[in-house]
């Protein structure tokens, strides 16, 4: 279903359009990946974590911008299922560090097909030309979000 204006001329609400884009991407990445396989969720924790050295449950809420109690149970369901391992810092025993086990590499490795399939047929929704701007789009929107103001850098 394609974005429609209304009759008296106003544009469909942009949060509600990133929701339900957000929802569409879930499905997908579900259908392509199989409902046994990991959410896209998990899939960004255990990536943040294979490209981190010894992350911390803080680090990984700053670079996934998952909220901290959602990616505490994202962790915790990840170690219940013998994909992640948790242990206290050794600087600090109030938080906790995190890494992949052999299981968690393997899912990780397992699931890189259906993501790259997800963002494929995601992507082809738009004219090649405009894929990349569309992807650099929603970086500056978190970007700015996330910084509060506006981002400084030109346009176009």
């Not at 981190?52 to 700053?62: A, E, I, K």
Request: hydrophobic share 35%.
């Amino acid at each position: 279903m394609a974005a429609q204006f209304s009759s008296d001329g106003s544009a469909p609400s942009v949060l509600h359009l990133l929701h339900r884009a957000g929802q569409c991407a879930d499905e997908l990445f579900t259908t392509i990946g199989g409902a046994d396989q990991l959410t896209p969720r998990q899939y960004e924790v255990l990536r943040t974590v294979a490209v981190s050295d010894d992350p911390s449950q803080t680090y990984l809420v700053s670079r996934t911008g998952i909220d901290r109690s959602t990616l505490a149970d994202i962790v915790r369901r990840l170690v219940e299922r013998g994909l992640l391992q948790r242990s206290r810092t050794r600087n600090d025993a109030r938080r906790y560090a995190v890494s992949l086990t052999d299981g968690g590499r393997m899912a990780l490795q397992k699931a890189g097909p259906a993501v790259e399939a997800t963002n494929q047929r995601l992507l082809s929704a738009l004219a090649e030309l405009n894929q990349q701007d569309f992807v650099v789009a929603l970086s500056r929107i978190i970007e700015t979000v996330e910084t509060g103001g506006r981002d400084d850098k030109q346009r176009t």
